[in-house]
């Protein structure tokens, strides 16, 4: 059973930092790209980062790009997002989500994991 | 950036009754959509891949049509797990973009 969970939520102020985790099990993690999109608050979803098989590419839309950065350990099962500089706007739950490609759909999502940037 | 536009935004039916959901895209896509289903405190779910393509374990009461700019999520007489939120998502080019979700309720 594929199965993602995220961890490294919480509260954060403006400008600060912080790295989200998701644990991958149930399928060959190295086989697949692998995503985060976020949803603020009864709002929609958002793409966020896409990264390759090998982490070798990575891809972000500009609302985050330049402060948000993804990264993955094979060997671990897991990913990463790095998010600096944070804003509010960021306030979301964000969920890691496996992708198919070169279909670029997510397949399976993790259960979320809820980030608040406030002072 | 491709814009995805979904209508209604809120959609009120009766159990048993069937539904279409559009979602049009600011250009051309050819069938590069997909739907998902995200219930009430849930994480999102893939219910149809490029634009019509079944997902398996997804009940056959849900199809997909369209292709170009106008795409469609139907639901085959309605059934009370049905009652979420609904998102289209396009892969034709990047950055991905998701519409704003239609919102299916009980009349």
């Known amino acids: 059973e594929v199965q993602l969970v995220e961890s490294g939520g919480g509260l954060v102020q403006p400008g600060r930092s912080l790295k989200l985790s998701c644990a991958a099990s149930?399928?060959?993690?190295?086989?697949?790209?692998m995503a985060w999109v976020r949803q603020a608050p009864k709002k929609g979803l958002e793409w966020v980062a896409t990264?390759?098989?090998?982490?070798?590419?990575?891809y972000y839309p500009d609302s985050v790009k330049g402060r948000f950065t993804i990264s993955r350990d094979n060997a671990k099962s897991s990913l990463y997002l790095q998010m600096n500089s944070l804003k509010s706007e960021d306030t979301a739950t964000y969920y890691c989500?496996?992708?198919?490609?070169?279909?670029?759909?997510?397949?399976?999502w993790g259960q979320g994991v809820m980030v608040t940037v406030s002072s | 950036d491709i814009v995805l536009t979904q209508s209604p935004a809120t959609l009120s039916v009766t159990p048993g009754e069937s539904v279409s959901l559009s979602c049009r895209a600011s250009q051309g896509i050819s069938t590069s959509i997909h739907w998902y289903q995200q219930k009430s405190n849930e994480s999102p779910r893939l219910l149809i891949k490029y634009a019509s393509q079944s997902i398996s374990g997804i009940p056959s009461r849900f199809s997909g049509s369209g292709s170009g700019t106008d795409f469609t999520l139907s639901i085959n007489r309605v059934e009370s797990e049905d009652f979420s939120v609904y998102y289209c998502?396009?892969?034709?080019?990047?950055?991905?973009?998701f519409g704003s979700g239609t919102k299916l309720e009980i009349k």
């Open positions: 998502q396009q892969s034709y080019s990047l950055p991905l973009t």
């Open positions: 989500a496996r992708m198919m490609v070169p279909y670029y759909y997510f397949d399976y």
């Open positions: 990264i390759s098989t090998s982490g070798s590419r990575t």
């Open positions: 149930g399928f060959t993690f190295s086989n697949y790209y």
